[in-house]
Structures are given as C-alpha cells and as structure tokens.
C-alpha cells in the first residue's frame, strides 16, 4: 500500500501510475480497485482492465470487494459524483479553496453534472455511471398527462429489461429539462431514481410522481419557488450522460407572475407594465424630450437608474417613487 501522508499529489500521482504501468506490463488482466472518499484523477484509467470503485466499505469491505470480483455478486452500484478527466475540470477548481480563510461557491447551481453539461465538458465517469455483469435496455416511457397546470402531478413510466444473463439490479434516473427560461438553468436536473432488480430477459415498469417542485426555480424577487408556463422536456436512462428515453410536456402557471421593479430594472421591463408605460410616457411628453415608440432597442436595455440621460428631471427619489408605485398591490 502507498502512504501519501507525506506526498504531494503531484508526487503520488506520479508514483501510482509508475506501479500501474509497472503491473499492467507484467500481467494479462489489471483490476483496480478504489478505496476513497471522493472523486479521484486516473490518468493511468486507460491501463486497466477494469476498475471497481469500493468507496470507504468499512471492516466487512474485503470480502464485499472478493464476491464482486470472484463473480459471486452482481454489482449494481451507480457513482454519485462526476469523475473528473483532471482536477482543473472540476467546477470549484478557480475558487477553493479560497483565499485568508474565505471560500466563495460561485459555482451557483451549476454543481457536478450540471456543470459538465452547461460546459460541454466530457468527464472521467458521468453522475450516475456504473457498469454490471449484465446490460440493461430503455425499451419505452409514458406519462399519464402531456399539457396541464403546475397544481396537477405528473406519473412517468418507464420500461427497463436485462438483456444479458445474469440476474442484476438497474437504478433508472429521471431528469428534468426546461426548455425556455427566464433564468439561467441546468441542462437537465435529477428528480427522481429508483432500482429495479431484474432476472435475465425480464422487463419491468419503474414509476414516478412529480410535484410542481420538479419543475420550479428559486426565484430570488418573489422568495419562493416559481413554475414558469412552458415545455419541459422528461428525460430517462442510467446515467447523466446516458439518457435514452425523452418526451416533452407542457406545464401552466397558475399563479400570476409579478415583476418586482428595481432602479436596475431595465426601461423596456418598465415600459412592458400597463402603469410604468403610462408614467413614463406621461413625463416624456409633458417635458418633449422623446417618443417612447421611437426608443431604440439599446436604450430599452438601459437599467432605469440611466433614465435620467433622456429624461434629466427623473432624479433618484423620482425613480424611487416610480419603482414603489409599480410594486404596489393593483
């Protein structure tokens, strides 16, 4: 066993591709097997035949480790974590870990596979990757509704089947894609996951409910979770990067959307509201400094607090005035 209490990763790193490389040519068949907390950097992954990812097993971890490798047990595991090609792929590799005992996660909700995907980063091993001693085929998905309101659940099911010759266990994943946001989201998001464990040539239906949760953003203006009217797209398969089986629905809001106006709210937000168009054409008017119609796509984009360069009696207590009223209850 390698000690790297006192190594650099670097060195270690080093010193353990050294010894693959080292029993890989003096042998026909290399297994490695894993004992670790967290992602690791396997540079040397191409040189085994195999590699079995053990985790922190415990005291009862070796003869775990011997039925999977003897044949004895089927192993069903899925990785919980993306394995990164290096560590500089990982998505906290700029900030962490900080700077005079500060850390920042700036990451945001791009975390793990859902920074991979918006970066088209290709990984190691994909969230919820993991290989058995038999396949599995994705042969169908239903849904019991394709159009309906953010209150009314949605039930997924899916069709798995063993297609090899061992008995095994599947673990089917459920991801959410919306399609047209508002806000920056993920390219798809897990929202549910479930084992089945199948006998050579059977099939089996996986079912799943989703709430109006499955489908919701936190929306930093309104403190709350907000389902957005659109299309949304349900996604299936045996891991983030594998995931066969797609369907599309569409979901309504029922709650009526408020716009919550700050002086960085943009004039063309203001002027889309029935009332702000009214004040704001009103002053341009009684001043003669413009017509709203006539206003160019670049001055629409102008946060309001820059209102003041086309109308100069719009001062900040005025554009405070102005945001109050607007976010008043009408």
């Known amino acids: 066993m390698l000690s790297t209490r006192f190594a650099s990763r670097k060195s270690v790193c080093s010193t353990i591709r050294e010894r693959i490389d080292a029993v890989t040519r003096a042998v026909k068949k290399t297994v490695i097997v894993l004992m670790n907390g967290s992602p690791v950097e396997m540079p040397w992954a191409d040189r085994a035949d195999a590699i079995l990812e053990s985790g922190l097993c415990g005291q009862a971890g070796g003869k775990a480790i011997a039925d999977i490798l003897f044949g004895d047990v089927n192993p069903s595991g899925k990785l919980a974590e993306t394995f990164p090609e290096k560590l500089s792929d990982t998505p906290a590799s700029l900030n962490f870990p900080g700077l005079r005992r500060r850390a920042e996660y700036r990451e945001g909700v791009f975390i793990g596979y859902r920074y991979y995907e918006k970066k088209q980063l290709k990984p190691l091993f994909p969230f919820g990757y993991g290989m058995s001693y038999t396949t599995f085929a994705y042969t169908g998905m239903e849904t019991d509704r394709s ?91 045996g891991s983030s990067a594998d995931t066969p089986l797609k369907t599309t629905v569409t979901i309504h809001s ?56 086309q109308i100069p009696e719009f001062n900040d207590e005025q554009i405070a005035r102005l945001t109050s009223v607007l976010n008043s209850e009408r």
């Not at 168009?277 to 017509?291: G, P």
């Open 147 to 237: 159009d309906f309101n953010e209150d009314q659940p949605l039930t997924i099911r899916i069709r798995v089947k063993n297609t090899g010759t061992r008995a095994g266990r599947e673990t089917v994943q459920l991801y959410v894609r919306d399609v047209a946001s508002s806000v920056p989201r993920p390219e798809k998001e897990l929202k549910g996951f479930s084992k089945a464990f199948l006998q050579p040539g059977e099939e089996k239906i996986v079912e799943f409910t989703l709430g109006r949760r499955a489908f919701a953003f936190y929306d930093e203006q309104i403190h709350g979770w907000r389902v957005e009217t659109g299309e949304f797209e349900i996604l299936a398969g």
């Open 254 to 309: 029922i709650h009526r959307e408020k716009t919550v106006f700050t002086r960085n709210s943009t004039i063309g937000e203001v002027l889309a509201d029935p009332l702000g168009a009214q004040i704001i054409r009103r002053v341009a008017v009684d001043r003669n400094h413009f017509s709203v119609e006539a206003l160019p796509d670049f001055v629409l984009q102008m946060p309001l607090r820059s209102i003041r360069m």
